[in-house]
Structure formats: C-alpha cells, structure tokens
C-alpha cells in the first residue's frame, strides 16, 4: 500500500514575513533560505503527525492483498474532507474502471473507505482524497503553527551544526505536536 501527495498547496502554513519576525531577521539576504527551512519543517510535522496543514489531495494506492478482510481501509492522512473522485481499479494492461460500490466516511478527523468491489489478481485501487484544516493558514491550529516556527529557528540557529548537537524535535515541540499525532497501529 502506498500514499502520497498528487497535489501541493504552493502555500505555506506561515508567511515569510511572519518567520522572518519570528526569527529576528531584518535582512533580505536569506530569504530563500527561510523559506526551505518553512518547507522543511512542514514536511517533518506532517511526518510525525500524519496531519496536513493546508488542503491537499493525496492518492492511496493498495492491491486486493492490502485490502483487510473488512474491506475497510483507513486513509491515513487528517484531517479528512472528502474522496475527491469515484474511485479507479486499474488493470494490468493500465486501463481504469471506475468504481461505484464504495462507501467513504470520517471519524476523529480520519477518513475510512469500504470497498465492496473485490479487485481480483493484478489489479489495483485508487482512491484519491482531500485532506488539511483549510485553504487558508489561519485555519491551521495554532499549536502546530507554532511547533513550526520553533523547528524553523532550531534549523536555522543549528544550519551546519554536527549531529551530535540537539534534536529538532525538542520536547517542548513534541509537547506541542502531540495532541496531533496519529499512529497507526498493525
């Protein structure tokens, strides 16, 4: 079974402008610097939390072995908003069947899929799904947000720094994130 992102929000969940105050930086020398930092730290919450900041779509692609006998699959990526199309079986020759028999819904911000069709040898599903807290940053939770912006200046005062030097991942921003955090549990 494989996730990921068939579409990026160009949008960051915090400005330049608003990083840039957060870390004291006046210059615009570094700007582009800043902006892999926000990236990056984006990237490492929406890892560690299996949250999306901002809306995105995200493909789950499973064969009929991936598929538990309750034909449910968890869409692991939050918070869910919707199946974004009818889902698609493919076929060994690559050509797509959409598929009708389908049941999507949410609990605690996550997104279950039923399956009722079986797919048989050689075939493969695809879901595609919309997931994030909104358009806009501002709907973003705070916390996270923040988390953020303390991972950004952790990354930018310790750039070049060995690995032996401290964990980007303090415990005051794991404490921040872990309200967030989902593992999934097999």
Same mark, same amino acid.
Request: proline residues 5%; charged residues 25%; contains cysteine.
């Given at each position: @079974?494989?996730?990921?992102?068939?579409?990026?929000?160009?949008?960051?969940?915090?400005?330049?402008?608003?990083?840039?105050?957060?870390?004291?930086?006046?210059?615009?020398?570094?700007?582009?610097?800043?902006? *892999?930092?926000?990236?990056?730290?984006?990237? @490492?919450?929406?890892?560690?939390?299996?949250? $999306?900041?901002?809306?995105?779509?995200?493909?789950?692609? +499973?064969?009929?072995?991936?598929?538990?006998? #309750?034909?449910?699959?968890?869409?692991?990526?939050?918070?869910?908003?919707?199946?974004?199309?009818?889902?698609?079986?493919?076929? !060994?020759?690559?050509?797509?069947?959409?598929? !009708?028999?389908?049941?999507?819904?949410? =609990?605690?911000?996550?997104?279950?899929? @039923? +399956? =009722?069709?079986?797919? *048989?040898?050689?075939?493969?599903?695809?879901?595609?799904?919309?997931?994030?807290?909104?358009?806009?940053?501002?709907? #973003?939770?705070?916390? @996270?947000?923040?988390?953020?912006?303390? $991972?950004?200046?952790?990354?930018?005062?310790?750039? *070049?720094?060995?690995?032996?030097?401290?964990?980007?991942?303090?415990?005051?921003?794991?404490?921040?994130?872990?309200?967030?955090?989902?593992?999934?549990?097999?």
């Amino acid at each position: @079974m494989q996730v990921y992102n068939v579409q990026i929000n160009p949008q960051e969940p915090v400005s330049l402008e608003e990083t840039k105050y957060f870390l004291r930086v006046q210059h615009f020398a570094e700007n582009e610097l800043i902006k *892999g930092l926000v990236t990056t730290a984006r990237e @490492m919450i929406e890892n560690y939390t299996n949250r $999306i900041f901002l809306q995105q779509t995200w493909r789950l692609v +499973c064969l009929e072995q991936d598929i538990p006998k #309750s034909r449910v699959l968890i869409l692991p990526r939050a918070p869910f908003i919707k199946v974004v199309e009818h889902p698609k079986v493919f076929f !060994t020759g690559g050509e797509a069947t959409a598929i !009708t028999d389908y049941k999507a819904w949410h =609990h605690l911000d996550y997104g279950y899929f @039923m +399956c =009722h069709h079986h797919l *048989g040898d050689n075939k493969t599903l695809q879901v595609d799904f919309l997931v994030g807290y909104g358009e806009k940053r501002e709907k #973003s939770p705070a916390a @996270m947000r923040h988390a953020l912006l303390l $991972i950004v200046a952790n990354l930018y005062q310790h750039r *070049g720094d060995e690995p032996e030097g401290p964990t980007i991942l303090t415990d005051q921003i794991r404490e921040l994130l872990q309200p967030y955090r989902w593992v999934a549990l097999r």
